[in-house]
């Protein structure tokens, strides 16, 4: 597995194929793994970088303080600048979405398209933010199996939950794998985040929006919303999975993920 400094960070990640790059940025409090099958398909015809955002899977975590947006945007451009790569594809799932915001914001020229799942462009109501700061103690406290405990029946299509428990197993695991120090600092850079709503007008990229039909996380009437104010955009909804379309669904999220690649111009 590949390492490397970036921003004072030991960054894990996955490089494979050759071609246009992609960069998938995965949600929280997940990693790269999240991406296998995308992975699989891509490599084929891309190049795919998945990185561990700061604080998780096998990378490193900043001595305190909130992990922002910001923060995991940064360390994805001087990871892209380390490999030798200015301009990729971005695809993202939930907190990979709001990095991919704060990315685009900053180097929209490195961009070449999108592809946001089961994300949303909205910040936090103060509820939400109050919330963050009691999981980031519970974390810290008491460790991710209770993160997992609280999490898992929120991120599934019942059916998902009742019928798979491969598929819940290891979202288990990776949530469970996940450093609570990198949780809780991520959880404090989500609850501070910026609302993207008012600049998705100015986003010129091809954009391809997916969400899960059962998605109670971000549920499909927030891509919605991003499907209206993104020109252009794609909208495809994935039947029958919850917030983790990529992994509850893969060959259908993969079916709609290779449409879009395909017909955009070299
Ligand atoms: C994620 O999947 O990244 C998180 O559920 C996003 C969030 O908590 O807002």
């Known amino acids: 597995m590949p390492k490397t400094t970036v921003r004072g960070i030991e960054v894990a990640y996955t490089d494979e194929g050759a071609g246009a790059p992609v960069v998938l940025l995965h949600g929280f409090p997940f990693n790269r ?16 970088i998945a990185p561990d955002l700061r604080g998780h899977g096998d990378t490193g975590v900043a001595a305190d303080g909130p992990a922002t947006m910001e923060d995991m945007a940064e360390d994805v451009a001087a990871l892209l600048d380390q490999l030798g790569i200015q301009r990729a594809i971005l695809g993202a799932l939930s907190m990979g979405g709001y990095v991919t915001f704060a990315f685009y914001r900053r180097h929209p020229h490195r961009v070449r398209a999108l592809v946001l799942a089961d994300t ?5 109501a103060d509820e939400a933010r109050v919330n963050r700061e009691k999981s980031a103690r519970q974390a810290l406290d008491e460790g991710m199996g209770v993160i997992a405990e609280q999490m898992i029946p929120k991120l599934f299509a019942p059916a998902t939950l009742a019928e798979r428990p491969e598929v819940v197993g290891r979202v288990r695991e990776m949530i469970e794998g996940t450093n609570p120090a990198g949780a809780a600092a991520a959880l404090r850079g989500m609850a501070v985040r910026k609302d993207q709503t008012e600049f998705l007008a100015d986003i010129l ?3 391809l929006v997916m969400v899960g039909s059962e998605d109670t996380v971000t549920p499909p009437k927030d891509a919605e919303l991003l499907h209206r104010e993104i020109r252009g955009s794609r909208l495809v909804t994935i039947e029958g999975t919850g917030h983790v379309s990529n992994i509850e669904r893969s060959a259908e999220f993969n079916q709609a993920l290779a449409d879009f690649l395909r017909a955009l111009e070299p």
Not at 120 to 124: A, E, G, I, N
């Open 33 to 48: 793994s999240m991406w296998r099958e995308q992975v699989g398909l891509l490599r084929g015809t891309h190049r795919v």
């Open 120 to 124: 949303r462009s909205q910040s936090d």
């Open 205 to 207: 990229a091809p954009t």
